[in-house]
């Protein structure tokens, strides 16, 4: 089995930042890391939960969600088997659980969660 870690969460003030890490072990079959799309996802209380950004195979293309589209940077240490997330100009609404995601889109061989890690902005 593959298992998915985040770290890096924290309280921060608004406009501030925070770089996120996940980082993957294990193996399991049909599963390759530096083959694999990677997603960050968020949810806070009461809400669904969102994709706010991924990442193709070898970091080539990225998608961001609008409401974090000019402040968050998706990208992936191939080598590390980890991907970042890095956080600018933080606001209150960015507050929520944030998990890593690792999914085969074409085939749906796999969709591997993380735990969470907790982000909090406020003054």
């Known amino acids: 089995q593959v298992q998915l870690v985040e770290s890096g969460g924290a309280l921060v003030q608004p406009g501030g930042s925070l770089r996120l890490s996940c980082a993957a072990s294990g193996a399991a079959s049909g599963f390759t890391f530096s083959r694999s799309a990677m997603s960050w996802y968020r949810q806070a209380p009461g809400k669904e939960r969102e994709q706010v950004a991924r990442?193709?195979?070898?970091?080539?293309?990225?998608n961001y969600s609008d409401s974090v589209k000019g402040r968050f940077t998706i990208s992936r240490d191939n080598p590390k088997r980890t991907i970042y997330l890095q956080m600018n100009n933080l606001k209150p609404e960015d507050t929520a659980v944030y998990y890593c995601?690792?999914?085969?889109?074409?085939?749906?061989?796999?969709?591997?969660w993380g735990q969470g890690t907790q982000v909090t902005v406020s003054s």
């Open positions: 995601n690792a999914k085969d889109y074409a085939s749906g061989a796999y969709d591997y």
């Open positions: 990442i193709i195979t070898f970091g080539g293309f990225t």
